[in-house]
């Protein structure tokens, strides 16, 4: 059984990372970065609340359930929560709510990974990049699409759902708040599996202003921002001195640039492997 502790002599020996994500959504990237040597620090920046117009999700979701959509698309781990809670309501599992016939796609492997668990057979994801573009570029479907989304979600998918003959109902499914979200309205989401037999890799969990001072100090090497509304976040932070930044993706790393936020590395893949990878390269001298 690997131990909690950070390696000794793995290639982060020494690296203070931080992630900006809470400590459920980020059990399997502390323990691969400790697996790498890093010394893992948590400074969640957003949460997620359910959405205020629930009618209209439940609406969709009554829609779902009756077979009223051809496809079913989900771009983040958040929206699968959401319609999991959504089938709880109705006694349901996730299984049983969505149809048979109902054919899904989904972004990013952490997305499939959870529709898998619930029973659920993904036909179609990107090929390449994991993002709404990679996946309208794989996209040749036709028919009604359910899309739900978070309230902050950019018009990209939808609207190329759409140019490509599809009859798209974009529904909020989530909004994206800073952390932490009001009790009452929290999403819940069940904690990562860090992996069969494995131990929790220990971490430090920071507040924004203990963060600023270690920025400031020196005292953080890299900070993986996993998602555009954590970099907009993350730059209340700046200057972030030495501090390197890793994008888990190109729209997060675009987000950065359009803020001024230089980029060290950016994640081949949106997975703890390809954070660690990132980190390193982003570290390593040239």
């Given at each position: 059984?690997?131990?909690?502790?950070?390696?000794?002599?793995?290639?982060?020996?020494?690296?203070?990372?931080?992630?900006?994500?809470?400590?459920?959504?980020?059990?399997?990237?502390?323990?691969?970065?400790?697996?790498?040597?890093?010394?893992?620090?948590?400074?969640?920046?957003?949460?997620?609340?359910?959405a205020p117009d629930q009618h209209a999700l439940d609406v969709a979701c009554d829609a779902l359930a009756a077979g009223a959509f051809?496809?079913?698309?989900?771009?983040?781990?958040?929206?699968?929560?959401?319609?999991?809670?959504?089938?709880?309501?109705?006694?349901?599992?996730?299984?049983?709510?969505?149809?048979?016939?109902?054919?899904?796609?989904?972004?990013?492997?952490a997305t499939r990974r959870i529709l898998e668990s619930q029973g659920l057979a993904v036909e179609l994801t990107p090929a390449g990049?994991?993002?709404?573009?990679?996946?309208?570029?794989?996209?040749?479907?036709?028919?009604?699409?359910?899309?739900?989304?978070?309230?902050?979600?950019?018009?990209?998918?939808?609207?190329?759902?759409?140019?490509?003959?599809?009859?798209?109902?974009?529904?909020?499914?989530?909004?994206?708040?800073?952390?932490?979200?009001?009790?009452?309205?929290?999403?819940?989401?069940?904690?990562?599996?860090?992996?069969?037999?494995?131990?929790?890799?220990?971490?430090?969990?920071?507040?924004?202003?203990?963060?600023?001072?270690?920025?400031?100090?020196?005292?953080?090497?890299?900070?993986?921002?996993?998602?555009?509304?954590?970099?907009?976040?993350?730059?209340?932070?700046?200057?972030?001195?030495?501090?390197?930044?890793?994008?888990?993706?190109?729209?997060?790393?675009?987000?950065?640039?359009?803020?001024?936020?230089?980029?060290?590395?950016?994640?081949?893949?949106?997975?703890?492997?390809?954070?660690?990878?990132?980190?390193?390269?982003?570290?390593?001298?040239?």
């Open positions: 059984m690997p131990s909690s502790a950070p390696c000794q002599h793995g290639p982060l020996s020494g690296a203070r990372v931080l992630v900006t994500r809470s400590p459920e959504r980020s059990a399997a990237l502390v323990q691969a970065l400790a697996r790498a040597g890093a010394t893992p620090v948590l400074l969640p920046l957003i949460d997620f609340e359910r051809d496809w079913l698309v989900v771009s983040s781990a958040t929206t699968v929560h959401v319609l999991m809670e959504k089938a709880a309501e109705r006694g349901l599992e996730l299984g049983r709510l969505v149809p048979q016939a109902t054919r899904i796609g989904a972004i990013g492997p990049e994991q993002s709404a573009a990679g996946f309208l570029e794989a996209w040749t479907g036709r028919g009604r699409v359910l899309l739900p989304q978070a309230d902050i979600a950019a018009a990209t998918l939808a609207d190329g759902l759409a140019h490509r003959g599809s009859d798209v109902t974009a529904v909020t499914a989530y909004r994206t708040v800073d952390f932490p979200a009001a009790a009452e309205r929290r999403l819940a989401v069940q904690p990562e599996d860090a992996g069969a037999g494995q131990a929790t890799a220990s971490y430090t969990l920071l507040t924004p202003k203990v963060a600023a001072a270690e920025i400031d100090g020196g005292q953080i090497s890299a900070v993986v921002a996993a998602s555009p509304s954590a970099v907009r976040r993350l730059a209340a932070l700046s200057p972030l001195a030495g501090c390197r930044i890793v994008a888990i993706g190109r729209s997060t790393a675009e987000q950065a640039a359009a803020l001024d936020l230089p980029v060290a590395a950016v994640a081949e893949e949106p997975t703890p492997e390809g954070l660690v990878a990132a980190v390193v390269k982003a570290l390593t001298p040239p």
